[in-house]
């Protein structure tokens, strides 16, 4: 069995067990539950449910394992001849969530 959610824009085809990392939400500590409303897509193997966009009624819930950082990202600037450049660099905060439940 597995369900497509959405989350901050951004679609996770998850089932039960899963690990996934969503966007960083406040506020949201260790060991807590999250809940995800947005279920666009539930199949169990013979029977596959398409919401419009929604599946009515349908939920999947997952524990909060913490806080990660994602990859390092380097943004330079560069303008030729002028000596000038610029270096800088971003690591995107995410939670990663173990999915519990998913429920029509």
């Given at each position: 069995m597995y369900a497509i959610v959405e989350d901050s824009g951004r679609q996770f085809r998850v089932s039960q067990g899963d690990v996934i990392e969503v966007d960083l939400r406040d506020p949201v500590g260790d060991r807590d539950a999250i809940e995800f409303d947005r279920v666009l897509m539930i199949e169990d193997g013979e029977n596959s449910v398409i919401g419009q966009p929604l599946v009515?009624?349908?939920?999947?819930?997952?524990?909060?394992?913490?806080?990660?950082?994602?990859?390092?990202?380097v943004i330079q600037h560069f303008k030729r001849r002028k000596d000038s450049r610029t270096r800088t660099g971003h690591r995107q905060?995410?939670?990663?969530?173990?999915i519990e439940k998913i429920a029509t």
């Open positions: 009515p009624g349908a939920k999947v819930t997952g524990k909060v394992q913490g806080l990660v950082k994602g990859e390092k990202l905060k995410y939670l990663r969530v173990q």
